[in-house]
Every structure is written in C-alpha cells, then in structure tokens.
C-alpha cells in the first residue's frame, strides 16, 4: 500500500507565477488536509476536504490560495500570484474514516517551494 | 488561546537520560490525542495514540490526563537517534486537527 504522494517534491517559481501542489492520499483513504510549515516554524492548518466537499477552510489565506479534491484524481492546492512569502514547505496528509470519525493522519514527504 | 500548547523547548540532553514533554489543550471534549515525530525537513511520523489508560511502546509512554487537560510523552533511556521534534497533535468534536507547534528535543553523545 503506498503511502501520501505528493508531487512536485520541489518547486521553483517566479514572484506571480502560480503553483499547483498535488497530493495523492493513500489507498482508502477519504480525507485529506493541507498543512504549511514556514523555515523553523511549525506546522500551520490550511484545508481540510473530503471528495468533493472543502469541509473547513479556516486556515486558506483569503486571496490567491484554493484547494479541490476532486472525484477523480488528485487533490490539488492551487497558489495563484505567488509572492516570496509563499515560500515554504507544504505538508498533504489523508487519513482513513471510522466510525468515530477520521483518525491519524499519515504525511507526504511535502512539496518545498521557492518563490524568487 | 491556542487549542494546543506545547514547550517548544529546545530540551537538550545526553544519552541515557530520561525526559518528558508536555502538552496542554483547550477543548476539554477533545476525542483522540497522538504524539508526532519530525526530523529535519521531513514530514512528521506517527509515533503513537494516547489513551487515558496509558500506552507504551518500548521506551516510550504517553499518558492523557483529562482532568487537567494535557497528555504527555516520556522518553526513557534516551538515543542519539531520538533527535527531532515531537508535535502533539489533539483531534476534536467536529474531527479537526490541531497540531502543536512542537517540542525539540537533542541527545548528546
């Protein structure tokens, strides 16, 4: 079973450029969550979606960020006019659903990027 | 107030030693609580659950104390290979994740 994919591993843009992040979850897996880690800083929520459905969004920056998680494929986290400060590493994770709810969450090895 | 509150630390200690770390959180119908591991530019690791009962998985032991509000994490006969940052992370009613801001820990020969 593989784990979180995540691609690109490393992603070099432009100052207005946009970025697109892809996660795949792992297999069975129907949530997944978008985590930012700015240098030496700790891990800050963005997203959380189910297929279809952006259950809480509460930690997206109000403009230029978008996420999707769609039927069919990957989930996507979309940056659009990327400034310098977007610079970061973005952490997917998915988790399984129980009958609780969902449960821990498994990381991908994160997508670097560097906004020049 | 923040839902989850860590030391950040940094906890240095040498090898062999003994060290704890605490988390504190704010929802008190909190439902599932985990510590997390992360080395250096990678993403975190599951390192274990926490239940009420305790859990213990070899040198490790991770308590909850609901009453009080925090779980901790203990870490017995420490290895050089233990050097990374430990995240406690809290899921709520509403199955949110709240991550800690991390706890760094360094053994030393």
């Known amino acids: 079973n593989a784990g979180v994919m995540q691609n690109p591993r490393h992603l070099v843009r432009r100052r207005g450029q946009e970025a697109r992040l892809r996660c795949s979850p792992m297999?069975?897996?129907?949530?997944v969550y978008w985590y930012r880690q700015l240098p030496e800083e700790g891990l800050k929520f963005m997203v959380y979606?189910?297929?279809?459905?952006?259950?809480?969004e509460s930690g997206m920056p109000k403009e230029r960020f978008s996420a999707e998680f769609p039927k069919e494929g990957p989930s996507i986290l979309r940056i659009q006019q990327v400034v310098r400060g977007d610079s970061a590493a973005y952490f997917c994770?998915?988790?399984?659903?129980?009958?609780?709810?969902?449960?821990?969450?498994?990381f991908g090895p994160g997508t670097r990027l560097t906004v020049t | 107030r923040k839902e989850v509150e860590q030391d950040p630390g940094p906890f240095n200690v040498p090898e062999g030693a003994t060290v704890a770390f605490n988390c504190t959180y704010s929802n008190s119908a909190s439902q599932s609580f985990f510590w997390y591991r992360q080395d250096c530019r990678k993403e975190p690791k599951l390192l274990m659950s926490?239940?009420?009962s305790g859990n213990e998985d070899g040198r490790f032991t991770a308590q909850l104390n609901r009453a009080s509000q925090y779980i901790s994490l203990l870490i017995r006969d420490s290895k050089l290979s233990d050097s990374a940052t430990y995240l406690c992370v809290v899921i709520d009613t509403g199955n949110q994740f709240y991550f800690g801001t991390g706890t760094s820990l360094t053994v030393i020969p």
């Open positions: 994770a998915s988790s399984p659903l129980n009958r609780q709810g969902p449960y821990e969450q498994y």
């Open positions: 926490v239940y009420s």
């Open positions: 297999k069975g897996h129907s949530h």
């Open positions: 979606l189910q297929k279809e459905n952006i259950i809480d």
